[in-house]
């Protein structure tokens, strides 16, 4: 069964899509809380909650597809694969960046010189820059990998350790001296600071992927979802109630937690593919997200609400977590809706599909 599915990449996409517009769903109604209403991300359990795997899985899911079984590592295909990276995640990201400061800023050349430049999240367009620093490194080890003799599961192995131990050291303060998160240096300049955050649930996603047979099996097993939901509970208790762990073991709740939400979130929709295919109304509704998540993310940060009294009778009703997630889901479509709109008016344009889309 298995086998038959990874051989199957168009049944199985089908289902990642979906997956992917559903994480995008997430990302900008996180923003249109955070942004949009203004709400205090301490006192709202709906951005407390959902911030804790949204991004993780948008990582998890990239490092996926990421790997190509078939693939033949060439120095010409290493530089085919970088080049073309390149065109898709920085040029539509400096571009809509540019549009951002001119619409939303009143001093453009100020707030790129004194806020988005030394900040690792550049006004919200991080992502993309982050991602395409992944896809360097990874394609980087893979050609390098290529060159083995023997095909193992040390190497990939060893990257994802070495990306947890950077994760690691960003909350170990009493260890490393980490300067503010504004303070202009240069992992702050080139948001290193936030690959370094994220990378490994890239490689994670990475080797699930390779080794899909066997994961498939112990995703099967009678005890594998009971024990993560297990888990995922008894770590958000400790991240929202009990808070038993101090100084810098306070992250490994939060890191377990992020791990078991991601597989939990994965493992639905693996489940339920079938119903998640484009025979099925959510499943084109997903899908069509999925596959303009760059269009969206790119976008939607021009058509975010300002609506601050929301967030203030959000954050003095705390604890209300259908309320929040609703608000911010439903503007999050609507938003979504115009993204789309905006994206297809743009795309009739052969240069602004092939530079701000990465679409020829």
């Known amino acids: 069964m298995a086998e038959t599915e990874i051989q199957q990449p168009k049944q199985r996409l089908q289902w990642l899509d979906a997956l992917r517009g559903f994480t995008m769903i997430l990302v900008v109604a996180y923003h249109v809380g955070l942004q949009g209403f203004g709400e205090d991300v301490k006192a709202s359990s709906s951005l407390s909650f959902f911030i804790l795997f949204r991004m993780p899985l948008f990582f998890f899911i990239s490092g996926f597809l990421a790997y190509k079984a078939q693939m033949v590592w060439t120095k010409n295909r290493l530089g085919m694969s970088i080049w073309k990276k390149f065109k898709i995640q920085l040029i539509p990201t400096l571009v809509f960046l540019f549009v951002a400061l001119m619409m939303k800023y009143p001093h453009p050349w100020e707030s790129l010189t004194n806020y988005i430049l030394i900040s690792p999240t550049k006004g919200g367009y991080w992502f993309t820059l982050v991602l395409l620093y992944m896809f360097i490194i990874y394609y980087v080890f893979a050609y390098i990998e290529s060159k083995f003799p023997m095909k193992s599961w040390v190497p990939i192995t060893i990257l994802w350790f070495i990306a947890l131990v950077c994760y690691a050291i960003l909350y170990m303060p009493s260890w490393f001296d980490w300067p503010k998160p504004n303070e202009p240096v240069w992992w702050n300049y080139t948001c290193f600071i936030q690959v370094m955050q994220y990378f490994h649930y890239f490689i994670f996603g990475n080797i699930v992927h390779r080794y899909w047979d066997k994961w498939q099996k112990v995703f099967d097993s009678k005890w594998f979802f009971p024990l993560i939901v297990f888990m995922a509970l008894i770590c958000c208790c400790d991240i929202f109630r009990w808070h038993l762990l101090r100084l ?19 493992l639905f929709f693996r489940h339920y593919q079938d119903v998640f295919t ?9 899908q069509y997200i999925g596959v303009r998540t ?14 601050k009294d929301v967030g203030e009778f959000l954050n003095q009703t705390k604890q209300n977590f259908v309320l929040d997630t609703t608000l911010s889901v439903i503007f999050g479509i609507v938003i979504i809706g115009f993204c789309c709109l905006v994206s297809n008016v743009l795309r009739v344009s052969p240069i602004f599909k092939k530079y701000l889309f990465g679409r020829k």
């Open 248 to 266: 810098q073991w306070t992250n490994l709740p939060r890191t377990i937690t992020i791990y078991t939400l991601m597989m939990i979130v994965f």
């Open 278 to 286: 484009k025979e099925h109304r959510r499943g084109r509704f997903l």
């Open 294 to 307: 760059l269009d969206i993310y790119l976008i939607h940060f021009l058509f975010l609400p300002n609506l």
